[in-house]
């Protein structure tokens, strides 16, 4: 199974030259991964142009409104998204939920990219005082249920499932391999419960939280973990195609 490597430019570059000259240097990283490439929402057209011609780059969006279309001033629907090459999109991000987005939003936002044809990566993770409690379990599980509530069998494999830690985010601490496969593994073991086995073995299941070119290769290397989320390593050019070439 090819690996992914998703990578969220976040609320960065500042202009479109500097993600023009982002992307030129991108479409110059030879991998055998599947990277998609997630800029702010003004800069995709640009992306898309430059990575038409690169195969195994595809492009993605860092959110969607869990609406087509109507009267809802500065949001961007799926749909919308679609319209311009959009493949993949970033759904429940512990940023994103610091701004308000509910496991009932994200679920909603999952839908309507389901029905958009797009591909969700959703993301989750426990907060610092969640682990320190001994409660990541429970708070995966409650994750899971809400943010897949109403997901048929027949749509679940369309879905990436990020796991990535709230506390690793942006801290240099990136997770423990024991503890990053411990919660992958039971996130397949929660989709083998309200799905089945085969579909838990078969969604890619990723990781993110504080990745760099010292560590990458450890999640690689385990087959089930199925690639990476990578946010702040994706705009330190080196770094970041260091990264990629480790596939």
């Known amino acids: 199974m090819k690996k992914v490597i998703v990578a969220n430019l976040k609320c960065n570059p500042k202009t479109l030259k500097e993600a023009s000259n982002l992307f030129l240097v991108y479409k110059k990283i030879k991998s055998q991964a599947k990277i998609i490439v997630c800029p702010p929402f003004c800069f995709l057209e640009r992306a898309k142009e430059v990575f038409k011609q690169k195969p195994n780059f595809w492009l993605g969006a860092q959110d969607c409104f ?11 629907s799926a749909l919308q998204l679609k319209s311009v090459g959009v493949k993949y999109v970033i759904l429940g991000h512990s940023e994103k939920r610091a701004l308000g987005d509910t496991d009932k939003i994200i679920n909603q936002k999952v839908k309507i990219a389901l029905m958009a044809g797009l591909v969700p990566v959703l993301c989750l993770g426990e907060t610092k005082k969640a682990r320190e409690q001994g409660k990541t379990f429970d708070l995966l599980k409650s994750q899971i249920r809400a943010c897949l509530q109403g997901i048929v069998k027949n749509k679940i494999d369309s879905i990436i499932l990020a796991y990535e830690p709230v506390w690793a985010i942006g801290s240099g601490i990136a997770g423990e391999l024991d503890d990053v496969l411990t919660a992958i593994l039971y996130l397949r073991k929660l989709i083998a419960e309200n799905y089945s086995k085969k579909i838990s073995q078969d969604i890619k299941v990723i990781y993110g939280g504080s990745i760099s070119s010292q560590n990458a290769d450890t999640y690689f290397n385990n087959k089930w973990i199925d690639g990476l989320l990578v946010g702040g390593a994706s705009l330190d050019i080196k770094e970041f195609s260091e990264i990629a070439k480790l596939i």
Not at 66 to 74: E, I, P
């Open 66 to 76: 869990y609406q087509d279309r109507g009267a809802f001033t500065g949001q961007v």
